[in-house]
């Protein structure tokens, strides 16, 4: 799709600058770490970029909403931080560059109290190491 290259061009401004870029584009399956078809196109244009950014390492961080228990969101962050690294790897980014972290709840950007804030808060956040 034509907007492809708008992603690549602003993850990697929102990384060089502050060092941190949200994935809002990265859906996953409800409580699962199994990632949607329509993630692929963002996360491709990930790969694209870290080809450009050979010096680049990357922290893949998981967030959920505050549905479930705090120890549930807890690991499914950490699985999805896991499936967006898989992913990566997969399509030839060396696994020594992607670190993963999952902090669950704990780091909301919106209100858990509206499904739209709950859908912010579900979110993958890549942070330059």
Known sequence: PHWSGSVGAQLRKELAASGRARLYGILFDTDSAKLKPESLPTLDEV?????AEPSWSLLIEGHT????????NQALSEQRAGAVKDYLAGKGVAASRLGTAGFGSSRPVADNATELGRSQNRRVELVKK
Request: overall charge neutral; hydrophobic content about 45%.
């Open 47 to 51: 790969v694209k970029l870290l080809a």
């Open 65 to 72: 909403d505050s549905t479930s228990t705090a120890a549930h």
